[in-house]
């Protein structure tokens, strides 16, 4: 039976009430239209995945987290919501084990400890993929992958163009020490880069036009551009950019090592999803506004 979280599973997250009003604050409120740019589709078309028979399993046992909305968050409610929990839902259904599904939250830094020992049977909270957890455990096809993107202002640096041709030359802050610092510095190299401290004095310089542009992560990104707190100052610009070297496989769900037939058959929900445009139905409810 489907098990939704309550409130009272949500003694112990502390902060998640700090994170959903950031989230929710951040959701776009400006009456833009939304976006028509279709999620990237991650399996071949012409791939066909087994669906293993999971007719003699007594239940499935998803474990997330309720600190990384848009992904996984405590609505109003108290009950769990988000990109993750939805795509729980379709993976069942499409496996005709709804009945068998479960789905439990839990500080983010006990995921690891609680899949080992099988407290769950799956992970899915946007744990990124490492060669070390890789020697632990098992990981499904990805799902989404999260962009790198460019955010200009509107008001204090006109630019000419509509590529990354046109910031050449120009100041572009990121992030010091991050991954998108390096491909910053990989991809881009005529741009003048300026780093800065910490995402917040990235954007606050952004929006003072102390910079041109920025580069970051485009998830954050585009919920920022469409907050209240950006004014209107700004707007996504160019991309998006894809990288695994720098960015990672992208999203996916991690399992046991041993459960190589589930981790087929959420391979199979995964591309069936993928392919029938479930999937992207899903990532239009919770970004209405594109990462691409």
């Not at 474990?63 to 909305?69: A, K, M, N």
Request: charged share 20%; glycine share 6%; net charge neutral.
């Amino acid at each position: 039976m489907w098990k939704p979280l309550t409130s009272l599973d949500l003694k112990g997250f502390c902060n998640f009430s700090a994170i959903l009003a950031a989230f929710l604050c951040a959701a776009p409120v400006f009456g833009q239209e939304p976006s028509t740019s279709n999620l990237p589709i991650l399996f071949d078309s012409r791939e066909r995945l087994p669906k293993p028979d999971l007719s003699s399993l007594v239940r499935l046992r998803f474990l997330t987290s309720v600190d990384f909305p848009p992904f996984n968050f405590a609505d109003q409610s108290g009950k769990l919501a988000g990109f993750h929990v939805d795509l729980v839902r379709e993976i069942c259904d499409e496996l005709a084990i709804a009945e068998k599904c479960q789905i439990q939250a839990m500080p983010f830094g006990d995921l690891q400890d609680a899949l080992a020992a099988s407290q769950g049977d799956a992970v899915i909270a946007g744990i990124a993929v490492t060669p070390g957890l890789r020697e632990r455990f098992a990981f499904s096809r990805p799902f989404l992958q999260l962009p790198a993107r460019f955010a200009r202002n509107l008001k204090t640096a006109p630019i000419k163009g509509a590529t990354v041709a046109s910031l050449a030359g120009r100041s572009v802050g990121v992030v010091r020490s991050t991954a998108h610092e390096a491909m910053l510095a990989a991809f881009f190299p005529a741009i003048k880069p300026v780093a800065f401290d910490s995402k917040d004095a990235l954007l606050a310089a952004l929006k003072e036009g102390k910079v041109d542009a920025v580069f970051a992560d485009g998830l954050q990104l585009s919920f920022w551009v469409s907050s209240p707190a950006a004014e209107k100052c700004c707007a996504l610009f160019d991309g998006p950019y894809l990288s695994q070297q720098f960015l990672g496989e992208g999203m996916t769900i991690m399992l046991r090592q041993q459960d190589a037939e589930l981790t087929a058959a959420i391979n199979h929900a995964l591309a069936t999803l993928s392919r029938n445009g479930r999937l992207q139905e899903i990532y239009l409810r919770y970004f209405p506004h594109g990462l691409y």
